[in-house]
């Protein structure tokens, strides 16, 4: 059942955040709990285009711009 909870706090933050993995600029945008993914493209003309998205690392949940700790959620997921 603690994993049921932790699931779905899970999804709720993303919810609440959802859209801001679009906005990643840089890596500077990421929390300090995750993983900065730097992708190069190259397009037709020779331009390079750099797309950037930011990852929770393990043990911590959010869209990688917000990263929370699985225990701290689920021990206040414990308390309501």
Do not use: P, W
Not at 23 to 36: M, R
Not at 58 to 64: L, Y
């Amino acid at each position: 059942m603690e994993t049921f909870g932790v699931l779905f706090l899970s999804l709720i933050l993303q919810i609440g955040t959802g859209f801001a993995s679009d906005l990643v600029t840089s890596c500077d945008s990421c929390h300090a709990q995750a993983t900065c993914l730097k992708l190069e493209e190259r397009g037709e003309t020779f331009t390079t285009t750099k797309t950037f998205s930011c990852l929770c690392k393990n043990g911590f949940v959010g869209d990688g711009i917000s990263c929370y700790e699985v225990k701290a959620c689920a021990s206040l997921l414990r308390r309501t």
